[in-house]
Structure formats: structure tokens, C-alpha cells
């Protein structure tokens, strides 16, 4: 049987273990029993605490705990009892003066060594570490404030001559002034490849950049690639030339998007030191066992080389191989940097070999995982590179909310060429004013704006005003790209964001996408378009001028969505049944692309709805949209199988 609590203060009082390590300790020592009674304390405590020696013996642990933590305190102090060493249990204790000290403590149990129902609790004073702690939180939060206002007042000037550079280009102007908009537009993105470098390098170290893994072809991939640096290679007079082994002519799953930023980094340094001979790309395939692969790249060029001394460095940010490489040849010396930590946060890894005047070769390897053709993705930017007629939008009516004077030129001018009715707000509570007295179909809402910014006046129109205006759909128009803040807007209620500087093209789309008009627009065009049954659900037409007509890439992808939807339906059956919310928004993702190319608006409609639900969404109306989904497949599958009979 244990001893109780006057054995266990005999025991202290006998034991003259302290005499020589506690009582002059610099740790804070209490010994307690099991019910929090103070037995013991040493003299520490008078300097962290400023109880004078002996005074706290007889008054309970728990009464000096702060008020608001004592429940979670006394479970972790009942773990102390049940267990023989516990340690790094924090807490904040009640001083003499009535502040509260953070401290931290290791329990000894004594009862499993000397059978006493009592605890030794070897306490630090931790606020230091605390504050330090809570200044480095500070310290971020900063930071990311920063950048993202960095983005936004960098960006708002430079989108703003991005876009007037657009608008002059469409006028009648002569060969010398073409010479002088082309320098403009040169710099320009110069500038805004040295911003993102900053904000990369900046999401990267706070931990906070995540990776798709979606289905990409690598050798479509690098031709996209070498295609932007055509231009490039005729005016400086060298060849640029690649090689993809013929095993990755297939589907992988994986980042292309960062795939691409890699390969862009290295190809544009390449270029900056190449003046004779040209770059080599190879890919090749290094190792491979079952569904996963690893490809290696190779960026080879015959250009001034990097001397040895430097090879070591050459990875780290702001470094480049010699101060004046800067100066010479621009750039942040980020890029490299950048390059190394996007391949090795994807379990890759990157060299570098070189001399000076004899080239340099950059090598670096990915894993990846082998996909099937129903995973490929075309993203929505890739199926809207065709030539697009612009409709009328003269039955449109759009407020735009913008507090930047060249953004509003730029947009107001577009507006105009599509005959679309608009008025004009600098801020938010403009914005909100004009709303009150006028109906709108859309708001395209700038972010940062003084007075009242893009997100409040969303929070306001949403909460404050009757339906229907309430219920208007509100598009951010945002120089932040920040990863995270589309999901801010979302949650502040807006239907959607279009990033500055846009493509004319891309605001045209998500107007239609958002207004009541477009669907009337759309649905003109499918019916215009029909080229057999007159009730038809699906619409080719996009497709067929996409491919130029090609039959058997048509035929390809008709069975391919025939095929691969009934799984895709399934999961998201599977995925409702189990209450997985974001694995059913991903689904839901991967095959709005394919229904679109089928020219299924209602069904892209209801994968669009599927693709918001959230953990926090009503799912009272989920099963019923799924189902209607499958409804949907069963007739536009029908209307295909007798469409591929017109392709052999």
C-alpha cells in the first residue's frame, strides 16, 4: 500500500538529496502529491516567482494555475500520476505581484520509485522563449503582409503598362514605334519575372507551396517550353535542340506547372550566357519499376561556362557567379535557387558541371508516376488558345470596382469593344453606393483599394443588401498571387478571380461564365452549331475546331470520355457515401475539363457546383446533383455512340 501525504513530507524533510542540487539549483523545484498540495519548494523561487522561501508550502499547485488553462492542466497532470517521467508539460503559474509567468516542467513520479504518491516537478522559466517564439510569428505574419502588399503595389503599375502596351499594339502606328512598344513590353517582363521570383522564393521558405499531381505529357510539355524561345534563338543566331526518350512519350502524374518553371529557368540562363553554338534539352528515362519513373533532364549549352570556385554557390539565393552578371545580364540570382528547391521538394534531385568558356550542363532528376490517358488534363487556358470571336455583350451590365487609373483604361476599353453597358467605381464604398441606386449582372472588384477594399465590399453587399442584389456575382480582379488567396476571396463570397494583367479573352469568358446573358450567348452558339439531332445535348463544334477537324483525335478522346466517366461517377458516389468532401471536389475537377470539351454546359455546370462543395458546404442537395450528373452521361453517351458513327 502507498504512504500517504505525511509520509511524503517526512520523506522530503529526511532526504538531504536537495541540499546540495536543489536548494541551489536554477531550476524552480516543487514537490507535490498526488492532489496538487505543495510539499516542497526550493529557493528558486523567490527569484522567478518572487514568493519568499517556504511560502507556498501547504497552498495547492492548482490555484496558482492560470484560470483559463487549469482543465487542460489537470489532465496533464493526471498523465504525470499514471506515468513515471512525463516531460515538457507548459503552463503559466501566478506570480506575487498577479502576472502569470510561462514555465515548463518534467515530472519524476515518486510512487514508482519510492512508493510515495508524490511528484517532483523540475520546472524552467520558458518566457523568453515564449516571446522569441511569438516575435518570429510576428515576424512572418509581417513578412507575408509584406509580400502580399509587395505584389499589389508592384504589380498594379506594371499590369496597368502591360495592358496600355496591349491596347497602343491594336492602333496604327509605324514600324519605329512597333521597336519602341517591343523594348517596353521587354522590360516589363523582366520586371515581372524578378517579382516572381521574390514572391517563389517567399512561399517556398514559409513552408506553404503545394504540389498537383495531375496527368501531363513531359515531350508536349517541353515543346511548349522551347516554342515561347523561338524568337530568341533566330535573333541571337544560335540552334536550340531536344530530345525526349521515346518511353516518356506518355502520361505522367505530377507539377507541370513547376516541371515548367524549372525547365524556363535553366533554358533562360542558358540563353543569357550563350552567344555562339546553341542549347541541347535531352530527357531520358533513368529508372523505372512498375508505375513509377524517374526522368532526367539535361539543359546543355556552349556558352561563357562558370568558373570552378563558383559551381559551390551557384544554388544559393541572390548568388550569382560574379557580382557583375547582374549588372550585365539582369536577373535576382534567384532562379536557381528557386529551380533547386522545386525539384528537391519533389524528392528530385540537381547538379551542375561547367568551365569557363566551355558550357555548362545542368542535370536534374524528378520522380514520377506513370498515368493513363483518361487522367490528362487540358487546362482551361489551353482549350481557349484558338482564335475566339468575341459575341456582343450589349445586354450586359458590369460595374467595375478598380482604383487604379490605367487598370480602368484598359479594362473600360475592352468593355467597350464588346458594346457591354458599365459604370465606373474607385473603391468599394463607391461601389456600394452605386448599387443601391443601380441593377448590375456582374461586379468586377478590385482587391486593395483605399477606403474600403474589394473583400469588406463584398462582406457588405452579401450581408447588408436584399436579395436579389445580394446575390450579384462578384469577380476579384487581384495582382496578388499569393497561393491561398482565391480561397480568401471565396470565403469573403465572391464567384470567382481573374488575375491582372488578364487576356481580353479571359475577362470575355468569365463574364459569360457568371451572367445570365452568356448562357443565352451559349446557348445560341450550341444551337447554331448542332449538325444532327436538333435536342441534342452535346456540342463538338468546339472540339472539331480545336483539332481542325481530326477525326481520330476526336474519335480518341470521344471514346476516352465515354469510357472514363462511369469510374469518375462512381467515385463520386463512393466519395458522397463516405462523407469525403475534398476528395469529391477533386473528382469533380478532374473531369469538368473532358465535359467541356464534350460541349456539355449543364453538365459542367453541375460538375462546377460539385467542385465547390467544401466541409463547411450544405450537402443536403449533393446526392440528388451527383445523380442528375449520371442522368445527364447516360443521354450525352448515346448521342456520342451514334456521333462516332460518323467517324469510321
Known sequence: MSKRYSDTAEYVTKRGFYEAVVEDGADIIFVVDYFGNILYHNPSVREALGYPPKSLIDRNFFDHILP???????????????????????????????????????????????????????????????????????????????????????????????????????????????????????????????????????????????????????????????????????????????????????????????????????????????????????????SKAGNELIATFEVIDTGIGIAEEKLETIFESFSQADESVTRRYGGTGLGLAISKQLVELQNGTIKVSSSENNGTRFTFSIPYTVGKDKDLVIEKEQINESE????????????????????RMYAANILKKWNCQFDIAENGYIATEKLKKEPYDLILMDIQMPIMDGMEATKVIRQNFPSP???????????????????????????????????????????????????????????????????????????????????DFIKELVISFIESTPELIAEMKDHYKNQQWNELSSTAHKVKPAVKLMGLIDMHELAKQLESISPESDKSSIEAIINEFSEYYEIAKKELEEELKNYG
Open 388 to 407: 475566339q470571336e468575341f459575341e456582343s455583350l450589349e445586354s450586359v451590365k458590369i460595374l467595375l470596382v478598380e482604383d487604379n487609373e490605367i487598370n
Open 469 to 551: 442584389l445580394n446575390k450579384i456575382p462578384i469577380i476579384a480582379l487581384t495582382a496578388n498571387v499569393l497561393k491561398g488567396d482565391p480561397e480568401k476571396y471565396t470565403k469573403a463570397g465572391m464567384n470567382g478571380h481573374l488575375s491582372k494583367p488578364f487576356l481580353p479573352k479571359s475577362l470575355y469568358n468569365i463574364i459569360l461564365e457568371h451572367t445570365t446573358d452568356s448562357k443565352s450567348v451559349k446557348v445560341l452558339e450550341k444551337e447554331q452549331s448542332f449538325d444532327s439531332v436538333e435536342n441534342q445535348i452535346i456540342d463538338l463544334s468546339f472540339l472539331k475546331k480545336m483539332s481542325n477537324d481530326d477525326h
Open 68 to 286: 483559463d488553462s487549469k482543465e487542460e492542466f489537470q489532465n496533464q497532470f493526471e498523465q504525470c500520476i499514471s506515468e513515471p517521467y512525463v516531460d515538457n508539460i507548459e503552463f503559466k503559474f501566478l506570480k506575487s505581484d498577479g502576472t502569470y509567468s510561462y514555465l515548463e516542467f518534467n515530472s519524476v513520479n515518486l510512487n514508482h520509485k519510492e512508493g510515495i504518491d508524490g511528484l517532483i516537478l523540475d520546472c524552467r522559466d520558458i518566457n523568453q522563449r515564449k516571446k522569441d517564439a511569438e516575435e518570429l510569428l510576428r515576424a512572418q505574419k509581417a513578412k507575408e503582409r509584406f509580400m502580399a502588399n509587395m505584389s499589389h503595389e508592384i504589380r498594379t503599375p506594371i499590369n496597368g503598362i502591360a495592358g496600355m502596351i496591349t491596347l497602343l499594339a491594336e492602333t496604327d502606328i509605324s514600324e519605329e514605334q512597333k521597336k519602341y512598344i517591343n523594348a517596353i513590353k521587354t522590360s516589363t517582363d523582366n520586371l515581372k519575372v524578378i517579382i516572381n521570383d521574390i514572391l517563389d522564393i517567399s512561399i517556398i521558405e514559409s513552408g506553404k507551396l503545394k504540389f498537383e499531381k495531375i496527368g501531363f505529357n513531359i515531350r508536349h510539355q517541353l515543346e511548349s517550353i522551347l516554342d515561347t524561345f523561338l524568337h530568341q534563338t533566330k535573333e541571337k543566331g544560335i540552334y536550340l535542340k531536344y530530345d525526349v526518350a521515346d518511353e516518356l512519350d506518355i502520361v505522367v502524374l505530377g507539377d507541370p506547372v513547376r516541371l515548367y518553371q524549372v525547365l524556363i529557368n535553366l533554358i533562360s540562363n542558358a540563353f543569357k550566357f550563350t552567344y555562339k553554338g546553341g542549347i541541347q534539352v535531352n530527357v531520358s528515362c533513368t
